[in-house]
């Protein structure tokens, strides 16, 4: 009966692909413990450095203290406690929208929302490397997929030329790329949605907290009241758990009525949300926060670069192209044994033969962790030309 599971179990571990979980115990933002030795954690999307900030531990605390410790339900059953509310309209502001909806991921958020937007009359133009979740919500519309070239705005335009103006359209795309640390061209899609009678949908999960003074993509080419869906987490740079779109008002009742991924989930417990409204206070009143990331993101840059990998400082994402798994996992290795967490990025995660080191950097790094991180990784490297 297992046969075939096995099967698939042994052909990752002779490609060394295979995936295992392992335990950590956190200690703050930025380290981590395992078998009583202390790790520096360079794999987190922990961007503000917010999961241990006080702030946002008792807005957590209040919020379970004050509603319970379970929502009990979906929403639209059992109701919306009064921090949804909050949490929604403030990320609306802070998006500059008209209203905003929360999601228990943002990987749901994604596939609830292009699912519902789109079905089998609408054309999807995709980039290459956008995120899984975005991938599995167009092939759950059942609409047809058009892909172009990773930020090929050339290509685009070819595709959307070729399709009749009046099909229902939609343009989606990372504004951060996970994988790669740059940064969609936004405005030029912006240019032909509007030329090309198409919705536009970015997903800002890397982008907020970290690009647009803290507030996305859209915020970073002056775009926030032009692009129709922007989509996000919390729980990267706001420190806690869950996904939201922010859009008009139009778009926003709509999920709430046709997006299975919100309809059909039990809500978010009252502390995820209260962590989430807390982080988001922060992100907007204080200024350190985006200044401490900014000056780390510029220092990584210029420690990369002063090693010979190239690096710019446009994100807080820098990926190490290696290459082979087998000398990713090598690279990978040698830096868990100097107590460096920078995992081993395969695919398919990445193509096959792209396989790479993925390090971030948060605002709760110093720089003595980041020299030592960028040495250890200038011999390790080392060590793999020799």
């Given amino acids: 009966m297992y046969k075939f599971f096995q099967e698939q179990l042994d052909n990752k571990i002779n490609n060394l692909n295979l995936r295992t979980l392992t335990e950590y115990c956190p200690i703050d933002a930025v380290r981590v413990r395992r078998d009583d030795k202390e790790y520096l954690m360079m794999a987190s999307n922990n961007y503000l450095g917010l999961t241990f900030d006080e702030r946002v531990i008792e ?35 802070f998006k500059n ?57 050339d290509e685009l335009k070819y595709l959307l030329k070729e399709v009749e103006r009046n099909t229902r359209k939609l343009i989606v795309t990372d504004g951060v790329f996970s994988m790669d640390g740059d940064i969609a061209p936004l405005d030029k899609l912006y240019e032909l ?44 740079s706001l420190g806690s758990v869950g996904g939201y779109v922010a859009a008009n008002s139009t778009i ?51 420690c990369l670069n002063s090693i010979g990998i190239y690096a710019t400082n446009d994100t807080p994402i820098f ?36 396989s790479r080191i993925r390090l971030t950097v948060t605002a709760a790094h110093n720089k003595e962790q980041i020299d030592y991180v960028c040495q250890s990784l200038h011999n390790a490297l080392k060590q793999l030309d020799s």
């Fill in 59 to 93: 807005g957590a605390i209040k919020g379970a203290q004050q509603y319970g410790t379970g929502s009990g339900g979906s929403r639209l059953v059992s109701g919306t406690f009064p921090l949804f509310t909050d949490l929604e309209r403030e990320l609306a502001k």
């Fill in 97 to 153: 929208t008209e209203k905003a909806l929360v999601f228990n991921t943002g990987y749901m958020a994604n596939v609830g929302t292009i699912s519902a937007i789109a079905d089998k009359n609408t054309i999807i133009f995709s980039d290459a490397l956008n995120h899984a979740s975005i991938i599995d919500g167009c092939r759950l519309s059942r609409g047809s997929v058009k892909a172009y070239n990773h930020c090929d705005v």
């Fill in 193 to 236: 949605s509007r030329e090309y009678n198409a919705l536009l949908m970015v997903d800002d999960a890397h982008a907020t907290g970290t690009i647009g003074s803290g507030h996305g993509t859209a915020a970073y080419y002056g775009l926030e009241k032009e692009v129709d869906i922007q989509l996000g987490t919390l729980s990267k």
């Fill in 252 to 302: 926003i009742d709509y999920l709430v009525n046709m997006s299975r991924s919100f309809i059909f989930s039990t809500a978010l417990s009252p502390a995820d949300i209260g962590a989430a409204l807390a982080a988001l206070h922060v992100l907007e009143s204080d200024t350190s926060v985006l200044r401490r990331l900014q000056n780390n993101v510029n220092y990584m840059a210029d």
């Fill in 319 to 354: 990926p190490i192209l290696i290459g082979s798994n087998e000398d990713t996992l090598t690279v990978s290795n040698y830096l868990y044994n100097a107590g460096i967490i920078g995992t081993a990025i395969r695919p398919p995660t990445v193509p096959v033969g792209e």
